[in-house]
């Protein structure tokens, strides 16, 4: 089965949109923390950076490395997403094209948001 451009380029919004919610919105937070866990630190100047780091051992820990790289996640959500689109293409097709309308209003809003700003 062959991809169209067009399919390409739905895909791959749609891939970064299911990716972004997974490892950075707040919505999906309760997917994250059981395997990730927020710590802080007191810099010398005072200021306090946090990062995330996972927790636990073994397979927590490998899903929380999972859930924490955007690039291990991306894959996976693409992975799944190309092989949904062409095993089950009636199926897949509405969820593909609402995470890829998604992900492009989320560059459209970024573009404006930088052009504003200047």
Known sequence: MSVSWLELLLI???SFRLTRL???DTITQFLRSPFLEVVEETLPDGTVASYIQP???GIKKFFGELLSCY???????????VLGYLWYPFIMYPFILIFAVAG???FLETILGKLVED
Not at 71 to 81: E, N, Q
Request: with cysteine.
């Open 22 to 24: 997974i490892v950075f």
């Open 104 to 106: 492009a209003a989320s």
């Open 12 to 14: 791959i919004l749609a």
């Open 55 to 57: 927790k636990g051992t």
């Open 71 to 81: 690039w291990c996640t991306g894959f996976w959500c693409s992975l799944v997403i």
